[in-house]
């Protein structure tokens, strides 16, 4: 499958429908107060980098946010690939230019949260080089959250 990755602006339809099917995902394996899902006007805010990969018919198939923290972090939210397109690489091309963007950005180490259930998705931050740290955040004392962050540059 043919997918070019690029940042886009959340409001748009096919984004939005990504969006309501990541919550689906997430609302379906977790409690609603264990669900920490930007909306889509979080999503435009300063700071936010939204990527979208679509095939080459225009289609969205996933996407992910890179938040900025202004502290030299920044953390990963809405990581989703539609079901039609999982086992393909997406996922793992997503999370390259994710980190290409937030080094490009000047961050030195980004985080992300997960969950227990999503062993795909831990599987593929582990590969990446992740690392689980201790909850940090609004994450601290869920037991439904995992967190990972990886150093962008060297020391």
Known sequence: ???SIATEPPRTPDVEELLRLGDEFTLALYPADSCYLLDVSELEAPGVTVLVGRDADGRALGMVAVVAKGDGTAELKRMFVHQDARGQGLASSLLADAET??????VDTLQLETGPRQLAAIALYERRGYVRIPNFGPYV???HSICYAKQLTSA
């Open 101 to 106: 963007s937030a080094r490009l950005a000047g």
């Open 1 to 3: 499958m043919t997918v």
């Open 141 to 143: 004392g869920d037991p």
